[in-house]
C-alpha cells in the first residue's frame, strides 16, 4: 500500500493469524446462493476462475482448525458471473463485491443484483460479476488474506502475488482483450464499518505510518469515489441521486483530504496509498470506475443490512440508468 519498507516479517503474519476467528461460512452464505444461480436461465453463467491456495504453506492453522493446503484449496473456489454476451455491441460493465471480506453488503448487493434485477437488464447491458472476491477474508470479518495481504492493495502485477487479486486480473484481461474495447463501467463494492478505527491503525503502521484510531474518520453515510480520469463525470451524479432514494449521503465536507462534493469524491488515484487499487486497475480497462463506501455499516448477520444492500445495488442501477439515456 506505501512505497515504505513493510515492517512485517513471517512471524508477524503468523501473530495476527493467530488472533482471527471463523465468523461466517462462505459456502453457506456465498457459494448455495451462486449454485442457484446456475438455475436463473439463460442470461445468466456461473463460471469458475480457480481456488484461492496456501501458496506453499502446507497447512493453515485457524480458530482450533487445521486446513491442509488441499483442504484450503477445495473450501475457496471462486466463481464470477457472465450475464449476456460480452463480444456483442452492448455496454459492458464489470461489478466486484467482497475485496475486502468484511465489507460484507457489497457481496450481497452483487449477489442480489444478479437474483432480481440481472434478467431485467440482461437485453440491453452485459454484465462480470465477482460476488466474493476474498472469500477467506469474508470468512474471518478482516480486510487481509491468510497472508496479511489487503487485495485491494494487490490490483498491481509488480506486487507480491495476491490469487485475490490477481485471479481477477487474469480474468478480466482475457474478456478485455476477446471485447477488443473498454468496458463502459466498473464498479467496486465497499462500506466503511466503524472497526475501521481498530483495523486500519495497523494496516499503516506495519509501513511505518503513525495513525491512530482518532486519524480514521467514518463519514455518516453514503459517499462515492469517482476516479479522476472517467470519461463520464457526470454518471457518478446519476449514481448519487439513485442512491440518495435509500440511504442517506455523507454531508463531510471533505473525505480522506478530498472535497465531497454532493457524495461525490473524485480520486486522483496519486498518492502512494492507492497503488494496487481494485478502482486504478479498473479504470485501465473501463471508461469509468468507481469505488462505493456506505455507512451505517451492515449488522444482523447472516442477512445485513438491508439498507446497504439496497444501497450497493441503488448504485449498479445509477450506472445503468446513466448508460440507457445518454
Excluded at 480458530?63 to 463480444?87: C, F, K
Excluded at 454484465?127 to 495481504?149: K, L
Amino acid at each position: 500500500m506505501d512505497p515504505r519498507k513493510d515492517t512485517w516479517k513471517e512471524a508477524d503474519k503468523l501473530e495476527w493469524l493467530a488472533k482471527q476467528t471463523l465468523q461466517r461460512s462462505y459456502a453457506e452464505q456465498v457459494l448455495t446462493r451462486i449454485e442457484k444461480l446456475k438455475q436463473a436461465g439463460d442470461h445468466l453463467k456461473i463460471l469458475p476462475y480457480g481456488n484461492l491456495t496456501l501458496q506453499g504453506r502446507e497447512e493453515l492453522a485457524i480458530d482450533g482448525t487445521t486446513l491442509t493446503a488441499q483442504e484450503y484449496q477445495d473450501r475457496y473456489p471462486l466463481y464470477y458471473a457472465e450475464v449476456g454476451d460480452i463480444t456483442d455491441s452492448k455496454p459492458n460493465i464489470i461489478i466486484t463485491g467482497g475485496t475486502h471480506g468484511y465489507e460484507e453488503s457489497g457481496v450481497y448487493g452483487a449477489l442480489e443484483f444478479l437474483e432480481k434485477d440481472a434478467a431485467n437488464y440482461s437485453d440491453h447491458f452485459s454484465f462480470m460479476v465477482f460476488p466474493c472476491i476474498s472469500p477467506f477474508a469474508f470468512e474471518v470479518n478482516q480486510r487481509w488474506t491468510h497472508d496479511a495481504w489487503d487485495p485491494n492493495r494487490s490490483f498491481d502485477r509488480s506486487k507480491p502475488y495476491v490469487p485475490e487479486a490477481q485471479l481477477v486480473m487474469d480474468v478480466l484481461d482475457k474478456a478485455h482483450k476477446s471485447i477488443g474495447r473498454d468496458f463502459a463501467a466498473a464498479v467496486d463494492l465497499h462500506e466503511t464499518p466503524d472497526r475501521d478505527k481498530t483495523m486500519m491503525p495497523p494496516q499503516y503502521q506495519r509501513y511505518g505510518i503513525n495513525l491512530t484510531a482518532d486519524d480514521i474518520l467514518i463519514p455518516n453515510g453514503y459517499y462515492l469515489i469517482s476516479n479522476v480520469a472517467n470519461r463520464s463525470p457526470q454518471m457518478a451524479t446519476k449514481i448519487i441521486e439513485s442512491v440518495r432514494k435509500v440511504t442517506p449521503i455523507a454531508p463531510d465536507p471533505e473525505i480522506h483530504g478530498e472535497k465531497n462534493e454532493e457524495g461525490v469524491v473524485i480520486s486522483k488515484g496519486d498518492s502512494p496509498t492507492h497503488q494496487g487499487l481494485n478502482q486504478a486497475y479498473m479504470k485501465t480497462i473501463s471508461d469509468n470506475s468507481f469505488t462505493t463506501e456506505i455507512y451505517p455499516e451492515i449488522h444482523s448477520e447472516p442477512r445485513g443490512s438491508q439498507e446497504a444492500i439496497a444501497a450497493q445495488r441503488a448504485t449498479i442501477h445509477g450506472v445503468l440508468d446513466y448508460l440507457a439515456n445518454n
